[in-house]
């Protein structure tokens, strides 16, 4: 009988303490593999890998510490290192190679990435000599520029685990701003509190310990709207600034148009936009609801952020172009009395921006009665309540949406607009997949197009095709062998996608889902 391997209390107590670092919870399961991998490791179980992590940090803020910290502490506690100090590795001059005069008694080597491309043979060739010295330290990539192509290439053999530190958002910043004051015991006025964290978080954690200090101090334990808004009003004239010019740069608008295909729905968004602004200026606000129908991929998601941009630059919404997504079933609680509760807060949430319910059909019901129908029943109540506060956008496939909209004639009334998005031609898929190279700094050679465009025509056959969502699952995976081959080839043209990288990639595809179909079918 072969052994089980299990994480224990202790693991679990500090794999959670991520909850309390914005971006980084996401990683919770990459740090339970690697406590597996310990544990196999150690019985000899398994005989590959290493412990080196590719983290990539698309935060403005400075976590990669924080974040590390926790995953010292669950490393120390496996036996992985013996202590938690971690070195951040420096160069002695621009045209040096990576210092090597690191601490020697860290157990954590901190490399960005960024370093490394200055010089890329003396840097990969230092680095393979550093990490050849230094077997039972853990070396972490931080890859700032967040290409992951470009990164998983030049080091995606020295590295066995992959992680992300994302940004932090507006409602991460409001939801530290309750934490704080709930566990200090203050009462705070939730009105003005998105105001009150709409500026850089180093800013907000400041004047929230400076709120709590001062009311303290003068023993009062209530934060009204006018402390919050005066401590609001104290942003960086600078930042501010530079925020608007940005917002100039490129409106909503600008994105919408932007954006690949989509036209018939670009021109839909145009005459809802024209006839909302109509009815305000008749003193007859209409419900801002919708209901986006179509296939996986299709622009849906994006055309939602727009529209709360939108609504935001046309004042039509109080707020900035908030945008709050979740599933479905992310408003149906697990007992009895809390669905109603937790429909209620996450609508809260975005007030004054856009309430994108991806998958709402998952809230139809098998039976009469269940938590699904008080959802339900609740968010029709929300959706009248707020109809001029907030725009909530249910999201699906055509016939299923079809069917969660009979579930209760009340959704007839609230929903004002519903939209239907095509799939895209292959021509609007090759050029979706070009995008991404673009965004990614790749470079496609000149004979990938036809194989391309053959694949998409094929592709679109499939029941439920995944569109934009499909080119970049096939992105993905083309990058992985495109990176294999660089590697292998020890080639420095780390940015070139050549005809061969995207047909390895299709056949491997193909294989897969032959093998797939005969596992299914027997």
Avoid at 30 to 55: A, P, Q, T, W
Avoid at 140 to 165: H, K, P
Avoid at 256 to 279: A, H, P, Q
Wanted: hydrophobic residues 35%; contains cysteine.
């Amino acid at each position: 009988m072969l052994k089980e391997y299990n994480l224990d209390a202790e693991d679990e107590k500090i794999i959670d303490e991520l909850d309390n670092l914005f971006g980084v919870i996401q990683n919770k399961e990459v740090l339970k593999n690697m406590v597996m991998y310990s544990k196999l490791r150690e019985d000899n179980e398994v005989k590959f890998g290493n412990y080196n992590i590719i983290i990539r940090n698309d935060s403005s803020y400075s976590l990669l510490k924080d974040f590390l910290n926790v995953c010292a502490k669950l490393f120390i506690k496996n036996n992985i290192i013996p202590n938690d100090k971690i070195c951040f590795l420096k160069r002695k001059s621009n045209s040096g190679t990576l210092d090597m005069l690191i601490d020697t008694d860290a157990s954590i080597i901190v490399i960005n990435e960024r370093k490394v491309y200055m010089d890329y043979e003396k840097e990969i060739d230092s680095l393979k000599k550093l990490m050849k010295t230094f077997k039972d330290k853990i070396f972490i990539f931080e890859d700032t520029n967040y290409c992951e192509g470009q990164t998983d290439a030049v080091l995606g053999n020295l590295a066995s685990w992959r992680m992300t530190i994302e940004k932090i958002s507006l409602d991460d910043k409001i939801m530290y701003c309750r934490n704080m004051f709930d566990e200090n015991q203050m009462k705070y006025k939730k009105q003005g509190l998105r105001d009150f964290a709409d500026q850089p978080f180093w800013k907000v954690k400041n004047n929230v310990m400076q709120l709590i200090i001062e009311n303290k101090a003068n023993g009062n334990n209530y934060i009204n709207s006018e402390m919050l808004k005066k401590k609001a009003e104290k942003v960086n004239k600078n930042i501010r600034r530079k925020r608007n010019i940005k917002i100039e740069k490129q409106n909503a608008k600008e994105e919408l148009d932007e954006l690949i295909g989509l036209t018939g729905i670009k021109e839909e968004i145009s005459k809802i936009l024209n006839y909302i602004k109509l009815n305000k200026e008749r003193g007859k606000m209409p419900t801002l609801h919708m209901c986006f129908t179509g296939n996986p991929g299709t622009g849906k998601t994006s055309v939602a952020r727009i529209i709360g941009k939108l609504f935001s630059e046309e004042k039509i919404l109080s707020g900035n172009g908030e945008f709050v997504e979740i599933h479905g079933r992310d408003l149906v609680a697990k007992y009895v009395g809390w669905t109603a509760q937790n429909v209620h807060d996450i609508v809260e949430k975005a007030i004054g921006g856009v309430l994108f319910i991806d998958e709402a059909y998952s809230l139809i019901s098998e039976r009469k009665g269940g938590f699904e129908d008080e959802a339900i029943a609740t968010l029709i109540k929300e959706m009248e309540d707020h109809r001029e506060e907030v725009c909530i956008i249910l999201a699906g496939y055509t016939e299923e949406m079809k069917e969660l909209l009979k579930e209760n004639p009340g959704f007839e009334s609230r929903i004002q607009f519903t939209i239907n998005f095509p799939d895209y031609t292959e021509e609007e898929l090759y050029e979706i997949f070009t995008e991404l190279c673009k965004k990614e700094k790749y470079r496609l050679s000149n004979n990938c197009k036809e194989i391309l465009l053959e694949n998409f025509r094929k592709a679109k056959e499939q029941e439920c095709f995944g569109n934009g969502r499909y080119v970049r699952n096939i992105f993905e995976k083309i990058k992985f062998e495109q990176a294999d081959r660089i590697v292998k080839a020890n080639s420095k043209n780390i940015n070139i996608i050549t005809k061969q990288d995207i047909q390895n990639t299709l056949n491997l595809v193909r294989t897969n889902s032959r093998e797939t179909r005969r596992v299914i079918g027997f």
